[in-house]
């Protein structure tokens, strides 16, 4: 399990609301979805990028993670462009 204590910011909650996407799902991809990208460099905390599926239908999540603690944060959620994204959507064209 990547995240067990898991806080949702505004700005997730926001995008969720606009995708259309249900929290709930954001919150199962934090807690089993495959890290696909690592931000390690970022401040506060080392961020991660996710991916997980709703149906058949993927969801990319970011989630930053205080590293001693584990606790994270949602920090964003949305459907990857499959303009942008390869056919797995684990990478970017």
Known sequence: MFCEKIEISRHAIKNALERGI???DALEIVRHGEIIKKYLDTKPHPC????????????HVVVAKEEVTEEC????VYYPDPDVW?????SKK
């Open 22 to 24: 249900d929290l709930k």
């Open 48 to 59: 991660y990028l996710l991916l997980g599926y709703r149906g058949d239908k993927p969801i």
């Open 73 to 76: 944060w949602l920090i964003t």
């Open 86 to 90: 390869n056919e797995d959507f684990k």
